[in-house]
Every structure is written in C-alpha cells, then in structure tokens.
C-alpha cells in the first residue's frame, strides 16, 4: 500500500474507532421529504449490548435503545432512517447535525475507551462509507433493508467488522423453509437444498465472518442481496459470494479472491437422498424429521450429515428449537460471536449457539431453570431433557392462559402417572388431554416413563404432532 492510500485508511480507521458516522444535510433531521410518498419501509436498530470489560468504570450497556420499521423515500439515506426511527421513539441523537454522530440516548463517543463510538451495518455489511451516501439512489438502500446502529468498545471488531483480516468466509447459513445438506460450514463449498414439494423461491441468510465484506447470492445473472427471496426450480443452482474483490470494502484486499459456495436446489424429494445419513426414513421418526428439517427447527449437527438418532436432547437445543420457530427473523441475523447472556441465573453463556434462545427462553418463562439444592436456579444449557421436561416447556409455551389450572393433574390413565414430579403434572394431563402425550403401550397398560431422558428423534415426532394438531 503506498503512503497516500495508507494516510487515507488511517483517517478512514479514525472515523469507524470514534464512530463519527456522517449525517444527511438537512433543515430538519428526520422530517418527512416535502411532497414525497413512501416507497416501502426499512428496519432500523439502535442497540448497545457489549459486555463491558471487568474493572472498569463504564456505563452498563443499554440493550436494544430502539428499534422498528419506518418509511423510506426516494431522497432517502441511512441516515435519515436512523433519525427518523430515533426521533419516532424519543431517543436523543446527538451530532447528526454537524456531520456524525457523538451520542446516543446519552451514551457518548469515548465513554467506554478511546475507541468506543457509533458505526453501523446496511444489510450486515460495514459500508465503506458514511451513512449519508448509503442512500436510496444509490441502489444500497432499497425498501426491505437492515439499519443497524451499535455501539463499540474496540473500534468495530467486536462487533465483527475487521480491518487486520481478509477473512472472506461465510460464518453460517440459514434458510427457510428447507434443508441444506450437510449442514453449513465455511469451509465446506459445495450443498444441496431440499425445498417443500411446489416450493418457488428460497430466502438465504448468509452471515459474513467479517461483516466489512459483503455477501450476495446469485441464480444465473441476478444477483440478491442478503435475506432477499430469490426465485428457484428443482435444479437451480445459487452462488453465494462473499466478497468479490470488485465490490466496495474499507478492507485493502483487491487480491484476496472471494469465498464462493454453490448450493443445488431439489424441490420435494423426488431422486435426492436422505439428507441426514443417520436417519432411518422408514422408521416410526422418519417423516418427523424431514418435516422439523424443512421447517429449520431441528438442523442436525454443523458440519456434519447426523441429525444425531439416539443422542439426548439438551436444554440449549430445546430453547434453541423453540426460538426459531418463535423468532425467525432474528434467527435469521443471529452471529452467535457477538451473543451477549443477559440470563441472571447460571447455566447459560456468551458467545453459544443458544445465547439468544436462552435469553429468550428466560425471560418468556418458556424454561426457567432447574431449582438446585441450595435454592438457587440453574438454566443447566447443556443437560439433557428428560420428557417431563419437554412437556412442560411445551405446555406453558403453547397452554391458553388459565388451560393448565383448570385442567387439573390426573394421570391416572397411565400406570407409572405417579411418578411424574409434582411440577409437571398438570403440563402432562394437559399434553394428554390434547393427543400430544399417549404414552408407551405396554402390555400392562399405557406408560409415561416420565424420567426418560428425551432422544432427537422423539422431539421431533412430538413436535410434528404438535403443529398438525394446531398447539404451536
């Protein structure tokens, strides 16, 4: 790099260290263009979730500030989305009219460090640029784009933008409705994505391991950007790309060539194989696991073809299970590196898999953790489920309010029904009641096993009963 490129990229560094994010010009920030119309709306977030560094004395994070849709101009820019969400919510911004942002909701540049400050993404992607040029006749923001606002300790790594490394690997992948075999891992280039019979398009997520590079997919000659619907038939093949070295990046890395994988759609399952190479289609759990494999709930293990017949469930997965279905969206978006635990009780961690489902979980009182002899709670991430468990995390998920009290906790119909703990009881005659639980037919008459700790295979069986019986 020569001396003027290498003086530019310094100044560059300086602006995203101090979070000076550039602001629109306008007379009056976050004001509706005069005489212009909506042409869609865009999803903007102003969040500050980092843990701060023991010892300190830094002002705690402040969560998600704020955060919605709002309508999107032709004369729009990032900027004056992030304005017009902050203005919507009563959140103070402070700068914007002189060219960046210093404060947030009072939490300013420099109060966490002296590289702590504002930077944000457009499609989980640190823009090579400030906020005011990413606008609508650019092409870059379009009805249906990510806003992303956040606060950073270190200067963005910590947020996943990264100017020391030319990684240009995809971290994960998510899609909809379907199952990517085998599973992602960002050094496996070459899947194969069964979609629903009838299916037409497919929206993937792809999620950069360093966000200063973008991520594209392609089918033939269009290119979609990230989280788009892209229209598919049984043999397409998609190109997903993460960056090309003719897009635009703060990173100097012309010649690092791209990551490229290539995923080949097969709607419905006619000629494609089993997508899981542990998985028996033809026993009892089957088709169970092809219908909570299309619907992402139950992905196998990472980077592997196992579903994983025969291993216990844990705690983790459970709440992670129940998340995606509950919150696909951010599921969707979700980078477990930057996953902060909020939980208040041990048992969960940052930076997993099932942070986010944890702390959904938690505070949904979905799972509320097991009750220690001492008296404290554990969330216990990695126990395994045994099937009351299971069952009452489904109840009080899926249970109308005020369904488990007036259904008492009779399990007389099962000749092991007395050793179901107490706090499960009415959880199990409500599952009962429903046709969710039958029980073990034994010759002696119907079991609960209630004890048993939960196999994959069975979760999945259970929960395709429960979305055809309509309970979730």
């Known amino acids: 790099m020569n001396l003027k490129r290498k003086l530019v990229a310094l100044l560059l560094s300086a602006v995203v260290a101090c979070g000076l994010v550039p602001s629109l010009a306008f007379a009056a ?25 023991a010892g300190v004395n830094y002002p705690a994070p402040r969560g998600t500030i704020a955060e919605g849709d709002v309508d999107l101009y032709s004369s729009d820019s990032a900027m004056s989305a992030i304005v017009r969400l902050a203005n919507e919510k009563g959140v103070a911004v402070v700068g914007a009219d002189k060219g960046y942002i210093t404060s947030v909701a009072g939490l300013g540049e420099f109060d966490c460090g002296k590289k702590s400050g504002w930077m944000g993404t457009i499609d989980d992607w ?58 992602f891992s960002a050094d496996v280039h070459s899947y194969t994505l069964t979609l629903p019979e009838g299916s037409t398009s497919v929206a993937l997520t792809p999620t950069a391991t360093n966000k200063n590079f973008q991520v594209k997919a392609r ?28 897009w635009p990046t703060m ?49 196998g293990y990472a980077g592997t073809t196992l579903f994983g017949v025969g ?111 107490d706090w499960s009881r009415s959880a199990f005659a409500w599952a009962a009641k429903k046709g969710l639980v039958e029980g073990y037919d034994w010759p002696t008459g119907k079991y609960l096993v209630p004890g048993e700790d939960v196999a994959r295979e069975r979760v999945a069986v259970v929960l395709k009963r429960a979305f055809e019986m309509g309970i979730m």
């Not at 920030?29 to 701060?52: C, K, M, N």
């Not at 033939?220 to 003719?246: F, N």
């Not at 930057?338 to 208040?344: F, G, L, P, S, V």
């Not at 468990?389 to 007395?418: I, K, N, W, Y």
Request: with cysteine.
């Open 29 to 53: 920030i976050g004001d509706i263009p005069s005489g212009e119309t909506p042409i869609g709306q865009v999803h903007v977030s102003i969040s500050d979730t980092l843990a701060r560094p």
């Open 126 to 183: 640190f823009a090579n640029t400030g906020f005011s040029s990413v606008t609508v006749s650019s092409g870059v923001l379009e009805p249906g784009s990510e806003v992303d606002l956040m606060y950073t300790l270190d200067g963005g790594p910590d947020l996943g933008s990264d100017w020391g490394s030319n990684d240009k690997t995809v971290a994960s992948l998510s899609v909809g409705a379907g199952i990517l075999s085998p599973s």
């Open 219 to 246: 089918v033939g000659g269009t290119w979609y950007k990230r989280g788009a619907e892209i229209p598919v038939s049984d043999g397409s093949v998609i190109e997903v790309v993460c960056g090309d070295p003719s």
């Open 251 to 299: 990173n100097d890395a012309a010649n690092v060539p791209a990551q490229r994988y290539e995923i080949t759609v097969q709607v419905g399952s006619s000629g494609s194989a089993p997508v899981f190479s542990d998985v028996d289609y033809s026993d009892w759990y089957g088709d169970a696991v092809t219908f909570v494999a299309a619907r992402g709930l139950i992905t």
């Open 311 to 421: 291993d216990t469930l844990t705690r983790g997965q459970l709440a992670t299970i129940l998340w995606r279905n509950a919150c696909p969206g951010e599921y969707a978006s979700y980078d477990p590196k930057t996953a902060k635990n909020e939980i208040d009780i041990a048992g969960s961690a940052d930076g997993m898999y099932y942070t986010a489902a944890a702390n959904w979980a938690f505070a949904n009182g979905v799972i509320t953790g097991i009750v220690l002899e001492d008296g404290t709670r554990d969330f216990a991430a990695e126990g395994k489920v045994s099937f009351e468990q299971l069952v009452t995390v489904l109840a009080r998920l899926c249970a109308a309010p005020g369904e488990l009290e007036s259904g008492g906790s009779d399990l007389s119909a099962f000749a092991d029904g007395d050793l179901a703990s």
